[in-house]
């Protein structure tokens, strides 16, 4: 993530509890997903304000951002077992095959190499780990033509705001197991990828 989209997001740590309103429904159907995995580490990529934190009910969380102002607000979310760090999702300071799950919510979008992305979360999970990616995909029906619309002024809000997941070139190193719809017309999508 750049500098400048790092700053952005440390300038929107204060009004980011009203984007946590509006996908409220899609993360209880996440942390669903993600807590009738068998126990073990995950690695949550861009964490936000946290608070999130108390719907996990099991597994070793390791959370990452960023933005230093979201992790401050994070780290007074803190419960049961989750170690917070400063990091960048396109450079991972883990080790191959570490984890056991990946979440990556309203991230994707946001990076400026979503394939480089990919690539170190391919790496750091384990054979047969699983990826979670909650996030709006431009669909193929009117809405597509907001996304295009809204283009030209969403890299001032740092964020892609026209978005297929099959321009990723790494996401075909992985199988698609689940694809969850929300709300009107599909917009937000929860994909659950196995690395092949």
Known sequence: ???Q???FYNTFSIFYPLADVFLRAQKKVLFKETNDLPEGNLLEIGVGNGSHFKF???HCITGIDTSGAMLELARKQIVGNIRLLKM???ALLFDDGQFDSVVISRV???VDDPGQLMAE???VLKPQGQVFILNHFTPDNWLRFIDHAFK??????????VFHVHDIP???KFRLLKEVHFGFASYFKLLIYQKK
């Open 1 to 3: 993530m750049s500098k």
């Open 121 to 123: 979360v391919l790496r």
């Open 108 to 110: 994707i979008a946001v």
């Open 170 to 172: 790494t996401i075909k």
């Open 5 to 7: 989209t790092e700053s």
């Open 56 to 58: 996990y009910k099991k």
């Open 152 to 161: 030209p002024i969403s890299k001032f809000l740092h964020f892609k705001s």
């Open 88 to 90: 960048d999702g396109k």
